[in-house]
């Protein structure tokens, strides 16, 4: 099974709104990452969680906020954001490791489109 | 410099044709992986194949395989017997095992490649 999950499938939020975004994967893997991708440009990485510590955060301003409850769960909280910022949110798990193998690989999830008013 | 480089916008294939999808990538690592993800208009990457850079046969995964030509640094992607459900936007992305530092974990992928299939 490689299936990460996603919730919600689109959301549509005021710059004032605050919402958030859920992932959820159950393959045992403990990195998990936020990507941000535009139309036809290829994902940009945001966040990485490793064992359910933040270990790689790409400059990502502060109205992004994530979390990670459990090896399973991985949230993005978003607040003020700007109409810029509306885009596919890519969420992806892997096992860890740092040999480049194949057990490496990252599953994506099917996303979620935000558009942001 | 770009470290994944897709030169093909766009390519064009007829059904039950074979189609390459060419990809070159520039890394001092001697440990990487080279992986080809498809993106349909639904959103979703879907991983396809993997490479890694000590494998000496070129990988395969059904109707996609690898060519993998290490002393050129070329990774390419070939469909045999194109679908139309093929029609998509296909990612070569790298992952380099020593980069370290703030480079652990990253994907490097490239800009893309929309293939588009006729029927």
């Known amino acids: 099974d490689t299936e990460v999950t996603q919730t919600p499938k689109h959301l549509v939020m005021g710059m004032t709104n605050k919402k958030s975004l859920k992932c959820e994967q159950h393959?045992?893997?403990?990195?998990m990452y936020w990507y941000k991708q535009k139309a036809k440009k290829p994902p940009e990485l945001m966040f990485v969680?490793?064992?359910?510590?933040?270990?790689i955060n790409e400059s990502v301003p502060s109205r992004f906020s994530p979390e990670c409850p459990n090896s399973s769960l991985l949230n993005l909280h978003l607040h003020a954001l700007q109409p810029e910022d509306s885009a596919l949110y890519l969420c992806?798990?892997?096992?860890?490791?740092?040999?480049?193998?194949?057990?490496?690989?990252?599953?994506f999830g099917p996303g979620t489109r935000l558009l942001v008013l | 410099a770009q470290k994944i480089t897709q030169t093909q916008p766009g390519m064009f294939v007829q059904e039950k044709e074979a189609v390459t999808l060419d990809c070159t990538y520039d890394?001092?690592?001697?440990?990487?992986?080279l992986f080809w993800y498809k993106q349909p208009s639904s959103g979703e990457m879907i991983f396809l194949i993997y490479q890694g850079s000590y494998d000496e046969q070129n990988a395969t995964e059904g109707r996609y395989s690898l060519n993998f030509q290490k002393a050129r640094k070329s990774a390419n992607l070939v469909i045999s017997a194109s679908q139309l459900g093929d029609s998509a936007m296909y990612f070569c992305?790298?992952?380099?095992?020593?980069?370290?530092?703030?480079?652990?974990?990253?994907?490097?992928f490239g800009q893309g490649t929309i293939l588009t299939v006729h029927p």
């Open positions: 393959m045992g893997h403990r990195a």
């Open positions: 890394t001092s690592d001697q440990s990487y992986g």
């Open positions: 992305a790298m992952r380099e095992a020593n980069a370290g530092g703030t480079s652990y974990g990253k994907l490097t």
């Open positions: 969680y490793s064992y359910e510590k933040l270990s």
């Open positions: 992806a798990s892997s096992q860890e490791g740092n040999l480049a193998g194949r057990q490496e690989t990252q599953y």
